[in-house]
C-alpha cells in the first residue's frame, strides 16, 4: 500500500467496501451439529486460540445464533448458506479499497455473517486512518452495510458520506402507507401524514417529561385519534388501528443523509466504481484460484487473504506504474 501511495495511485477521495467467501478446509462429513458441539478441555491449543478470536466482536461475536453444523477441524469457520446453493464452511475476505484505481488499501478476515462484515468495515476504516493518515470524503457499499448503526457511525462519528443503500424494512407491501409515504419534519419534530395532519411523540404534557425512546431504540409518532376518526383515506393508512404510528429510529437522520445523498449524479457514478470491488473478488476466485483455503483457523485465513491482496495490489502496481530495468525486465 505505501507503493502504491508513494505512486499516487490511493486517491483517498471515495473508498468502496465489500465481502466475499472463501471455502475453509473443512468437511461437512466430519462436522457435528451447532447445538451438539463442545470444547472439550484437552482441545488442541490452535483450536482454542481459534475460538478466543471468536470473542472478538469485529471477527463476528456479535451473532449470538449458533451455527447448523461446525467443523471440529476448524470451529471458528461459519457454516453459510448465503450462495443460495449448496451450504458450506466460509471464512469472509473484506476488501477496503481506493475507487480511484481499485489498489486494495486494508483487508481483513472474519466469520461469514453480516454483522462480523460491518465490523471489519469499520476496523480497516480505523486502521486505515490511524495508520496511513487516509480518510475518505464517501464509503461505497451495498446495503448489508446500511443499517441505521452503521450510517450513523460514518455519518457522526467519521464524518464520511454514505454512498450506500439505506437497509429499510419499513416498506409496506399490504398497500397502506409506508413511512416514506409521510413527510419528516425536523425543525418541528413532526411528521406530515399524506392527509396533511401532524404526528406527534406526544399529544399532552407530562409532569414528569418522558424520554419517549421504546425499548428497541426508536420513537413513536402518533396521528391523533381525531384527525383519524374522519379522514377519508384512513382505509389506505390504518384500517385495523385507532390512530397511525409511524416509528422513528434513534438513527434516522443518519438515514435521511443517505436517503439524500442516493438521490445524487454522485451516487450513480460512485456505484460503477464500487464494482471494482467486486471484480477484484473475481479476480482472486478466478485467476489467484482463491476458492479454497489452505490454512486453518481466523490466523490461517488471515495469512492468506493478506497475501492474495498483497499480491493483487502488486499486480495493479505493475500493471499501472510498471519500472523497467536496463534489461527489459519489468519490475514492481
Ligand atoms: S388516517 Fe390519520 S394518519 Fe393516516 S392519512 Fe388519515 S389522518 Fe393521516
Known amino acids: ?18 465481502a466475499s467467501l472463501i471455502a475453509a478446509d473443512a468437511n461437512k462429513q466430519r462436522s457435528v451439529p451447532g447445538a451438539e458441539w463442545e470444547i472439550k478441555d484437552d482441545a488442541r491449543r490452535s483450536v482454542q486460540e481459534d475460538l478466543a478470536v471468536l470473542d472478538d466482536a469485529a471477527f463476528g461475536a456479535a451473532s449470538p445464533v449458533t451455527p447448523k453444523f461446525i467443523s471440529p477441524s476448524d470451529p471458528a469457520a461459519q457454516w453459510t448458506g ?4 449448496h451450504a458450506f464452511f466460509a471464512y469472509a475476505t473484506n476488501y ?33 486512518e490511524n495508520r496511513f493518515g487516509l480518510k475518505p470524503d464517501y464509503l461505497a457499499a451495498d446495503s448489508a452495510y446500511g443499517s441505521a448503526d452503521n450510517l450513523a457511525w460514518l ?18 407491501t399490504d398497500g397502506t402507507f409506508s413511512r416514506s409515504d409521510f413527510t419528516w419534519e425536523a425543525e418541528n419534530d413532526r411528521y406530515i401524514c399524506p392527509a ?5 411523540q406526544f399529544h399532552r404534557t407530562y409532569a414528569t417529561p ?111 506504474r510498471p519500472q523497467r530495468s536496463p534489461h527489459g525486465i519489468i519490475a514492481v
Do not use: W
Open 96 to 128: 477496503l479499497i481506493d475507487t480511484d484505481h481499485g489498489v486494495i488499501v486494508d483487508v481483513e478476515a472474519t466469520r461469514a455473517i453480516r454483522q462480523a462484515e460491518v465490523g471489519a468495515s469499520r476496523t480497516m476504516i480505523d486502521r486505515t
Open 196 to 200: 396533511g395532519k401532524e404526528l406527534k
Open 210 to 320: 418522558r424520554s419517549g425512546i421504546t425499548s428497541d431504540g426508536r420513537r413513536l409518532y402518533r396521528a391523533s385519534k381525531k384527525d383519524c376518526d374522519g379522514c377519508e383515506i384512513k382505509q389506505r393508512c390504518c384500517p385495523n388501528a385507532v390512530a397511525r404510528k409511524v416509528p422513528r429510529d434513534l438513527n434516522e437522520d443518519a438515514r435521511d443523509v443517505a436517503r439524500a445523498i442516493a438521490a445524487t449524479p454522485e451516487y450513480e457514478q460512485s456505484r460503477h466504481r464500487r464494482k471494482k470491488v467486486e471484480m477484484l473478488f473475481a479476480h482472486l476466485k478466478r485467476i489467484l484460484r482463491m476458492a479454497r483455503l489452505r490454512l486453518r483457523g481466523p490466523c490461517g485465513a488471515r495469512d492468506e487473504f493478506l497475501l492474495a491482496a498483497t499480491a493483487q495490489n502488486l499486480r495493479r502496481l505493475a500493471k499501472l
Open 1 to 18: 500500500v505505501e507503493r502504491c501511495l508513494a505512486q499516487g495511485l490511493v486517491g483517498a477521495e471515495g473508498f468502496a467496501v465489500d
Open 82 to 85: 448465503a450462495h443460495k446453493g
Open 155 to 172: 455519518v457522526k462519528e467519521k464524518d464520511i458520506a454514505p454512498h450506500i443503500p439505506v437497509f429499510d424494512k419499513s416498506n409496506r
